[in-house]
Structures are given as C-alpha cells and as structure tokens.
C-alpha cells in the first residue's frame, strides 16, 4: 500500500448531505440588494440590483441548484419577462453581460466569477471589497472589479467553504478550502477575515490547472533533469519515505502529481489532505479530507 500524506491546518465543519436548496441563497441574495437610501451611481449595478430583485421574487425558495443547467434555463426565461415587463431594451452585449452578472450574485462567486471563467487568470486576488486583483502570465495587475462592500466579500466566502464543510467566522476567522463546483472547481482558496484582515475581508484562489504539468514538461521548463526524475521514479517504486516542503505557490502539489504517476497500476493509493488538491491517474484511489472541529468543539479529524 502506497500512502500520499498532506497536511496543512485549515478550519472545518462536518459537510452537509443532500442536495443544496435554494432558500438560504435567496436569502443571502436579499441582502445583498437591499433598497437604496439614494440612487446607485452606476447606472448598470442599479439595474442589475432591480433585476435581481425581481428575480429572487419569483424563484421557488425549493429549487434544487445541483441542476445548474436547469435553473440557470428557468433563470433565464424570468430575465426575459422581467425585462419584458419593465420595459427594459438593451443591446445584446449589454443584456448578456446584465445576465450572466445576475446568475453570478444567485449561481456563483458574484463579482469575480467572470475572472474565475478566464483560463488566461491565474489566480484571483480579493483585498479587500474594493481592491481586486488577477495574475495573469505571471503578472499581477489590478482590475476594476469591486464588491459592495465588506459584507459582500463575507458572503461570498461563506458560499466557497459551506459546501465543504468549513466556516470562516470570528472564532476562526481564516480559512484554506477548495472550490467545489463551477469553471474553477478543484482550486484552492484561502480567505482571512476582519480582525485579521485589516482592509477587510481577503480571498485568494489559486486557479486549478485543468491539465496536469507531464514528466516531460517538468525537464523541458527546467525544474528537474531527467537523472533526478528518474531517480526519484525509483525512489517512489522502492517506497520510500519522500518529503515534500516549500512555501505557497512553489509547486508542492505539482511535484506530488508527478510522483504519484510513479506509483504502479496494481498498488492501492491512499491520499489524505487538508484540501483535496491531487490529481491521480491511477483508478485505485482512496481520497480524504480532515475536518476541523464544529462550533460546538466537536467532530475534528486529524490527519
């Protein structure tokens, strides 16, 4: 038996069962369009609020949202209607962006899911409700993204680790998760909040790469020779005990794929992680994830 041991501290609550209903998320969308004191500044964010408003109105709180394509087909035909109803005619490009920006506040991640649709992003920087931040090409560079206000960065944070079990609140106001669902399913979140985030709430998403960095890429860029890989392809058929170690971002989870290649068809892999990041190509594969105490104190698994 080979085993892939991962640790990295990351708070978390026992993951919930079922389908996701779409109460609470009407719920929470409520909030996040609450009826302005005065009118908004940006005409498009006014009447995507008043849109939005409309919508969630005549949604059934009961609808299951684990059929995506099917609610986001119901979403669309009330779009329509209200657009219909209040008079409302905008040119194409104006109307898909109003869309997808109200499918992104009730389906998605709000502002940033369009960054997250982008495969030329890296990785998607939130300092912060209105300092929004992208790597793209390896290059950091700040858009004009910006959320409402600090309780909306909160909100969305709750929507990325809830379905993972996990909460980021004042008795744990940090949090290392994964995204579960969406263009970037399968990368890795970390979020600090207030009063550890000074300038409000944080989130950082590592872009999860759809396709998996190959033995060849690996000594084409430079990172290893092919006497150290084949080396290390021994080590790993011999069962050695390999640690690996280095900062964010330093490619811990890139090595350990590699490696995990190595690992014979016939052997039966165990991978345990903080937040389940590895891709294995091998069919006999068991995956686990700790979890960290609830509110009450209970039901933590160590690693």
């Given at each position: 038996?080979?085993?892939?041991?991962?640790?990295?501290?990351a708070p978390?609550?026992?993951?919930?069962a079922?389908?996701?209903?779409?109460?609470?998320l009407?719920?929470?969308?409520?909030?996040?369009?609450?009826?302005?004191?005065?009118p908004?500044?940006?005409?498009?964010?006014?009447l995507?609020?008043r849109?939005?408003?409309?919508?969630?109105?005549?949604l059934?709180?009961?609808?299951?949202?684990?059929?995506?394509?099917q609610?986001?087909?119901?979403?669309?035909?009330l779009f329509?209607?209200?657009?219909e109803?209040?008079?409302i005619?905008l040119?194409?490009?104006?109307?898909?962006?109003?869309?997808?920006a109200t499918?992104?506040?009730i389906?998605?991640?709000?502002?940033?899911e369009?960054?997250?649709s982008?495969?030329?992003?890296?990785e998607?920087?939130?300092?912060?409700?209105?300092n929004v931040w992208?790597?793209?090409?390896?290059?950091l560079?700040?858009?004009?993204?910006s959320?409402?206000?600090?309780d909306?960065?909160?909100?969305?944070?709750?929507?990325i680790?809830?379905p993972?079990?996990?909460?980021?609140?004042e008795?744990t106001?940090?949090?290392?998760?994964?995204?579960?669902?969406g263009?970037?399913?399968?990368?890795?979140?970390h979020?600090?909040?207030p009063?550890l985030?000074?300038?409000?709430?944080?989130?950082t998403i590592r872009?999860f790469?759809?396709?998996?960095?190959t033995d060849?890429?690996?000594?084409?860029?430079g990172?290893v020779t092919t006497?150290?890989?084949a080396?290390?392809?021994a080590?790993v058929?011999?069962?050695?005990?390999?640690?690996i170690?280095?900062?964010t971002?330093?490619?811990?989870?890139?090595?350990?794929n590699?490696?995990?290649?190595?690992i014979?068809?016939?052997?039966?892999i165990?991978?345990i992680?903080?937040?389940a990041?590895l891709?294995?190509?091998q069919?006999?594969v068991?995956?686990?994830?700790?979890?960290?105490?609830?509110?009450?104190?209970?039901?933590?698994?160590?690693?």
């Amino acid at each position: 038996m080979s085993l892939l041991r991962r640790i990295e501290g990351a708070p978390s609550l026992p993951p919930t069962a079922g389908t996701r209903p779409l109460s609470p998320l009407l719920d929470e969308a409520r909030t996040l369009i609450p009826t302005p004191v005065k009118p908004p500044t940006d005409q498009f964010d006014g009447l995507r609020q008043r849109v939005q408003q409309k919508l969630i109105a005549e949604l059934d709180p009961k609808l299951d949202l684990s059929q995506t394509a099917q609610v986001r087909r119901l979403i669309e035909d009330l779009f329509t209607a209200i657009l219909e109803q209040e008079g409302i005619v905008l040119p194409r490009a104006e109307r898909q962006k109003l869309f997808e920006a109200t499918v992104a506040e009730i389906l998605g991640l709000g502002p940033i899911e369009p960054l997250l649709s982008d495969e030329t992003i890296s990785e998607v920087m939130v300092n912060g409700p209105h300092n929004v931040w992208i790597e793209r090409a390896g290059k950091l560079l700040k858009t004009d993204i910006s959320f409402q206000n600090n309780d909306h960065v909160l909100r969305v944070i709750d929507r990325i680790v809830s379905p993972i079990g996990r909460r980021c609140d004042e008795s744990t106001p940090y949090v290392d998760g994964r995204l579960t669902e969406g263009p970037a399913a399968g990368s890795r979140v970390h979020a600090i909040i207030p009063p550890l985030a000074l300038d409000g709430p944080t989130i950082t998403i590592r872009k999860f790469r759809k396709d998996r960095i190959t033995d060849e890429e690996y000594c084409r860029y430079g990172t290893v020779t092919t006497d150290m890989l084949a080396f290390l392809e021994a080590a790993v058929e011999a069962k050695l005990n390999i640690i690996i170690s280095g900062g964010t971002g330093s490619g811990k989870t890139t090595l350990l794929n590699i490696l995990s290649g190595f690992i014979p068809d016939d052997e039966r892999i165990i991978t345990i992680e903080d937040a389940a990041e590895l891709q294995l190509r091998q069919e006999h594969v068991v995956r686990m994830e700790t979890r960290r105490a609830n509110i009450e104190g209970k039901g933590e698994i160590t690693v």
